[in-house]
């Protein structure tokens, strides 16, 4: 689909058909890697997981490590086995941990260090990640390994990838993790079902049981943890990295959707078209704001030629005219994201880590998650701004005095309450959001006897930034529920408490709307019938959430684009 001059960056959904691919490099068919979106298997290879390959591996799709990330694993276990043959003190293979740093801890004692530390730090709490989030956790921290940096046995490594191809999930409740030293609990849980206990999903039985009876049930072995290794399996920002995944990828398509949005309103409320032109936003320069221009005039359609003083209003409310301002600062933000998000993925965030090059296993602090907290953070605050204007447009929508349809979008008013509560539904998500935006990396608390005294509060930040956007999905589809009705009502469509028949004329108006909101409109009023009175309006604002959330609004615009260089 062209988009005018917006580069292959643009916002996109992991929803097919709207795919815009990154390079993809050239291997054989056995040694994809996880570039590649046409793979029936992902490929670990530790540096080139992108966020549309986790996504997919979330929904089911297997993995397989590379033979370059089996080398190195390799490699690195030898590191840490030469360390315990030979008696170096090293923090994590034979010391306690956190406070504990100083204690050493006896030869024969190693293997049950590491057991102790998942089962001492398996204390979450919470509802737990549905399966399909605890698929992509795993899948983060199988990459992570595959780097050769935490020194994990290949046998382990290999239990992994076999319980994620079984969808044998841990249970993982969703609290508990500061983001530093790492996602500690949550990843302690997800090694404690592997090990055989605590809880596993069965895949056949839908519900969770006893670890040890699905491993056997399903032929896994469980992990059997040397020297360092369960410290190898929690220490890292994977929990926030997997969550703010999906945040990232859903923000992108309601980013778009909000312009749809905006569009099919500007259409209902006969908006002007001349705050979207090209030159006033090369004029400012700033990129998400000229992409987010020229998909308003891809949707919008041709300028009108009027004169503009023959005109009821010389410009329309910020709400309107200022689409391209807002929405381009989303963009940009999601950008920022996704650039920090996909260097994560793809980052060594273990402590200590191993350097199989020199033989060197060194402290650090790479388990910080303050680069993905932050990224949570901005991304939240920038998401909220799409349900922000949205409500305001469902506002001028409603209100018969700025819109010039009928109060509350609905015939008879008065007998009919129309949209009134379903505008009140927009609003109160939007405070919800004002309250949820509030940065939870700006927090830090002291733990483990004040070892652990800067933390990045990053999982809460990815939480919350789903939490968000999913309030946003709703107050977008609120708006283009609204706008399709005002549509209906701007073009004669509902004249009264009846349905009115397709006139020659009528069916002249409807296909002179522009291609692309013709095609969302007509998208909407497959799932949801015009409103000619009052009717419990639950299940319409459901039907069109859907359509926005499957990416089927979004497909359908962006197969009628036409672009406009005006």
């Known amino acids: 689909v062209h988009l005018l001059a917006v580069r292959a960056r643009t916002l996109h959904s992991p929803v097919p058909p709207l795919h815009i691919t990154s390079p993809i490099r050239s291997e054989s068919a056995m040694a994809l890697t996880a570039r590649d979106s046409s793979s029936k298997v992902v490929v670990l290879d530790g540096s080139s997981l992108t966020i549309e ?28 086995q030469k360390i315990v043959d030979e008696g170096e003190m090293v923090y994590g293979v ?25 089962r001492s730090h398996a204390a979450g709490t919470g509802v737990p990640l549905t399966v399909e989030r605890t698929r992509r956790l795993l899948c983060v921290r199988i990459n992570v390994l595959a780097k050769g940096r935490s020194g994990i046995s290949q046998e382990n490594l290999d239990r992994l990838v076999q319980a994620l191809n079984s969808n044998c999930m841990s249970y993982v409740p969703s609290q508990g993790t500061l983001g530093a030293s790492g996602d500690l609990a949550p990843l302690a849980h997800l090694t404690l079902g592997l090990l055989g206990e605590g809880k596993l999903w069965d895949p056949l039985e839908g519900h969770y049981l006893d670890a040890s009876s699905v491993l056997r049930k399903y032929g896994l072995e469980p992990l059997s943890l040397g020297a360092k290794e369960g410290l190898a399996l929690i220490n890292g920002t994977q929990l926030i990295s997997s969550l703010l995944a999906e945040a990232v990828s859903r923000s992108e398509r309601v980013a778009q959707m909000g312009e749809i949005a905006a569009a099919l309103t500007h259409f209902a409320v006969n908006g002007i078209h001349d705050a979207y032109c090209k030159i006033i936003h090369e004029a400012r320069v700033h990129r998400g704001q000229i992409e987010s221009a020229a998909f308003m005039r891809s949707l919008v359609g041709e300028r009108p030629t009027d004169d503009i003083v023959k005109r009821k209003h010389i410009q329309d409310a910020y709400s309107l005219r200022c689409v391209p301002q807002v929405q381009g600062i989303v963009r940009d933000t999601i950008e920022f994201a996704k650039r920090i998000l996909t260097v994560e993925l793809n980052a060594a965030t273990d402590n200590p880590m191993v350097f199989s090059e020199t033989g060197e296993v060194l402290s650090g602090g790479n388990f910080h998650g303050e680069y993905p907290a932050k990224a949570g953070d901005f991304l939240g605050i920038a998401v909220h701004e799409v349900a922000q204007i949205s409500e305001r447009r469902i506002e001028r929508l409603c209100n018969q005095s700025l819109s010039g349809l009928p109060a509350f979008l609905v015939p008879n008013g008065g007998l009919n309450s129309g949209m009134m509560i379903a505008q009140c539904t927009a609003a109160a998500l939007v405070s919800e959001n004002k309250v949820l935006v509030h940065p939870s990396s700006a927090d830090s608390i002291s733990t483990s006897a004040a070892q652990e005294d800067h933390v990045s509060m990053g999982g809460y930040a990815a939480r919350k930034a789903l939490n968000i956007v999913e309030n946003v999905e709703k107050v977008v589809a609120i708006e283009l529920l609204c706008a399709a009705q005002g549509v209906d009502l701007r073009l004669g469509i509902v004249a009264g408490s009846e349905k009115v028949p397709l006139t020659e004329e009528l069916m002249e108006r409807y296909n002179a709307m522009p291609p692309a909101l013709r095609a969302v409109h007509a998208r909407i009023r497959k799932n949801v019938e015009p409103l000619y009175k009052d009717r419990y309006l639950h299940p319409d604002i459901e039907a069109v959430h859907d359509l926005v959330t499957n990416g089927d609004i979004l497909n359908e615009a962006l197969r009628f684009i036409q672009p406009q260089d005006w």
Do not use: W, Y
């Not at 997919?56 to 297997?62: D, I, L, T």
């Open 94 to 118: 034979n010391t306690g941990f956190g406070h504990f740093a100083k204690v050493r801890v006896n030869k024969e004692d190693i293997c049950a260090l590491q057991l102790n530390l998942i």
């Open 53 to 80: 390959s986790l996504l997919r591996v979330g929904r089911g799709m297997p993995v397989v490590l590379s033979d370059e990330a089996r080398e190195r694993v390799a490699r690195g276990r030898e590191v840490v």
